[in-house]
T-cell receptor, first 114, second 113 residues
């Protein structure tokens, strides 16, 4: 089955700096890669996602890149703010099949220091 | 629209007892998923319903876990009898048919003593 590894497990940056979280996946059939943000005590919320036919996607200060050949994808947050502090999860799945379960990475706890 | 809701938000039970968790998906979402996060590790898939049918239950850890979705609306996840290692946060998520985004509920924090 699919295996997703995520690094680092914790990340501390100064406000205004950039943060990068990296994930690798094992199943070359995976074609959908969402990122979820979970603030303390709240539900995981989708912040950005990317499909395998796209190499990069941006949404304001957040961007995700995908390297299908290397089977890795990354989340980039620029101009970080204290409210970006949360646990971030990457995930992978195979869309357009009966099985749509997400396989998650272990999470990255991002701390943005004011 | 109302989001995914889960009940209870917290549950503390003793080993050997039974607990039933409930998930109400977003109205009209045929796909319903159960996940859990144990001991701060990754969120792991348990099973997937399409309407009332179990599409994929490959993540269910053992036969102490029973999930149902009678009528294709809300779902329940029963743990009987509960063991210490069942402690964790149980998340439910739902998505539209053929939709890509899974919307998560707030989770049920289960502690088995």
């Amino acid at each position: 089955g699919e295996n997703v590894e995520q690094h680092p497990s914790t990340l501390s940056v100064q406000e205004g700096d950039s943060a990068v979280i990296k994930c690798t996946y094992s199943d070359s059939a995976s074609n959908y890669f969402p990122w979820y943000k979970q603030e303390l005590g709240k539900r995981p919320q989708l912040i950005i996602d990317i499909r395998s036919n796209v190499g990069e996607k941006k949404d304001q200060r957040i961007a995700v890149t995908l390297n299908k050949t290397a089977k890795h994808f990354s989340l980039h947050i620029t101009e970080t703010q204290p409210e970006d502090s949360a646990v971030y999860f990457c995930a992978a799945s195979i869309r357009n099949t009966g099985r749509r379960a997400l396989t998650f990475g272990s999470g990255t706890r991002l701390q943005v220091q004011p | 629209e109302a989001g995914v809701t889960q009940f209870p938000s917290h549950s503390v039970i003793e080993k050997g007892q039974t607990v039933t968790l409930r998930c109400d998906p977003i109205s009209g979402h045929d796909n319903l998923y159960w996940y859990r996060r144990v001991m701060g590790k990754e969120i792991k898939f348990l099973l997937h319903f399409v309407k009332e049918s179990k599409q994929d239950e490959s993540g269910m850890p053992n036969n102490r876990f029973l999930a149902e979705r009678t009528g294709g609306t809300y779902s329940t996840l029963k743990v009987q009898p509960a063991e210490l290692e069942d402690s964790g946060v149980y998340f439910c998520a739902s998505s539209q048919e053929r939709g890509k985004t899974q919307y998560f509920g707030p989770g049920t924090r289960l502690l088995v003593l």
